[in-house]
């Protein structure tokens, strides 16, 4: 199959990445690292090996070609759109789409949050779309340069129109790479299970000023964390859901297993950047909100993060 990556920063850098070094048909879009990876090509330093995809301008070129455009319109048209974008920039995704869709094309939002498949379906009517929860530790060092420290396992599940057999061939493919994949038939409970994660450590990590570690070592924040997974897993489970209450105990176990690590909010407020309240906070609460559920810590989490927002953008 011929995949796009839109959206080529610490997860769709990764994961397009290893697809492309295992021989898979890869294109990439970039945006303000257009030039650089033309010119030094995409580097991956990765637990699992590092690797590097060289650019088209390089003068010493060794090992496979990285496929980079600056404009999808330059791009072809292709089987698998995966998006990894932040869900803040959805709204270019009317231009971006487009040039790349053919009759069959599937578009895989990877993605945190809730309600992102519904948003591009109505825009995209009878399109295939699907949903990819990434369970990984990446982040975008620089310009071009990918560092995944941990984990790495990709869920994805259809969302409208999408065939089956293209998603177990996607997770085929992530497999034969060298990652852990899976595809599921309830994507829902899948965005929920992400939320379990993302509701606490992304904002707490923000308002409190600390990494995930930080946060699991003191017995204050550690039950605030807790607290937090145990309202988003009963929201979840009102909307329809199936997560077990210990869920909430394997999560907590799972990050104390982890690196220091800052989440992708965290990274994106220390750069005085918008963060993804939208989808990860707003939408869960509103969607919990229909089936009577009230997510009152979720909301003070949000309320807050949506004053820091306020006060770095009205700085700028």
């Known amino acids: 199959m011929r995949y796009a990556i839109i ?10 990445g290893m697809l492309a070094k295992s021989g898979a048909d890869v294109h990439f879009l970039f945006n303000n690292d257009y030039d650089h990876v033309v010119k030094y090509g995409l580097r991956v330093d990765s637990v699992l090996g590092n690797f590097h995809l060289y650019g088209s301008g390089q003068e010493h070129r060794e090992g496979i070609l990285l496929n980079a455009y600056k404009s999808a319109n330059e791009m072809p048209k292709c089987d698998v759109i995966v998006v990894t974008l932040k869900t803040i920039n ?33 825009e995209f009517p009878g399109v295939a779309i699907a949903g990819g929860m990434a369970f990984i530790c990446s982040v975008k060092k620089g310009p071009g340069h990918i560092e995944h420290a941990e984990f790495g396992e990709l869920t994805v ?5 999408v065939d089956m057999k293209v998603l ?13 994949a899976k595809t599921t038939d309830d994507l829902n409970d899948f965005r929920w299970r992400k939320l379990v994660w993302n509701i606490p ?22 039950q605030l964390v807790n607290d937090l997974m145990v309202e988003t897993i009963t929201a979840a489970n009102r909307c329809g859901a199936h997560i077990q209450d210990e869920f909430a105990q394997k999560m907590l176990d799972y990050t ?12 994106d407020f220390d750069h005085n950047r918008k963060m993804e309240i939208e989808y990860i906070y707003s939408n869960p609460i509103r969607a919990a909100a229909a089936h009577g559920f009230k997510m009152e810590k979720t909301s003070v989490v949000e309320q807050q993060l949506k004053f820091l927002e306020k006060s770095f953008v009205e700085a700028q």
């Not at 959206?7 to 397009?16: D, E, M, V």
């Not at 487009?98 to 939002?109: A, E, F, G, R």
């Not at 177990?168 to 852990?180: A, C, I, Q």
Request: overall charge neutral; cysteine-free.
């Open 201 to 222: 450590y992304n904002g707490l990590t923000v308002i409190l000023n600390a990494g995930t570690d930080q946060l699991m070592e003191d017995p204050d924040s550690r």
């Open 157 to 161: 599940g259809g969302h409208v129109n």
């Open 7 to 16: 959206g080529t920063g610490a997860l769709g850098g990764f994961y397009g």
């Open 168 to 180: 177990e061939r996607f997770r085929d493919d992530l497999v034969k790479s060298g990652l852990p």
């Open 256 to 267: 104390d297993s982890m690196l220091p690590y800052k989440p992708s909010m965290k990274l």
């Open 90 to 122: 959805n709204f270019l995704l009317k231009k971006i789409l487009p040039p790349l869709l053919h009759s069959k094309s599937t578009v895989i939002l990877v993605q945190n949050g809730l309600g992102m498949e519904e948003n591009l379906s109505k």
